[in-house]
């Protein structure tokens, strides 16, 4: 059983920034492509950013130049950093993984909790 459990967000100020921080834990063999993706309220669920193995990342246009994914190979941990937040920014952030469990299965998605980022004008 494979879990992923998100930490970080929180209450901002425009301009200010904020870091999220999502750990997958269980029967891991590898973790292949991280993302994140954020839902604003009323909105449909969107592809923030995604970063592969081999540490190719690609943002939606809004973030570009403002966040940035990261991970860690060994502790199966992804990073968001969040500069430059802005009002519409606010949203439930999601990070999800595609991980192979072992050597015999191929891989699958899954995703943690949601986390709340809310930033004030």
């Known amino acids: 059983q494979v879990q992923l459990v998100g930490s970080g967000g929180g209450l901002v100020q425009a301009g200010g920034s904020l870091d999220l921080s999502c750990a997958a834990s269980?029967?891991?063999?590898?973790?292949?492509?991280w993302a994140w993706y954020r839902q604003p309220p009323g909105q449909q669920r969107e592809l923030v950013a995604q970063?592969?193995?081999?540490?190719?990342?690609d943002y939606q246009d809004s973030v570009k130049g403002r966040f940035t994914i990261a991970r860690d190979n060994v502790m199966n941990i992804a990073y968001l950093h969040m500069n430059s937040l802005k009002p519409e920014d606010t949203a439930l952030y999601y990070c999800?993984?595609?991980?192979?469990?072992?050597?015999?299965?191929?891989?699958?998605?899954?995703w943690g909790q949601g986390i709340q980022v809310t930033v004030s004008t």
């Open positions: 999800t993984a595609d991980v192979q469990p072992t050597d015999h299965e191929g891989y699958r998605s899954y």
């Open positions: 970063i592969t193995r081999n540490l190719v990342a």
């Open positions: 269980g029967s891991i063999l590898r973790v292949y492509t």
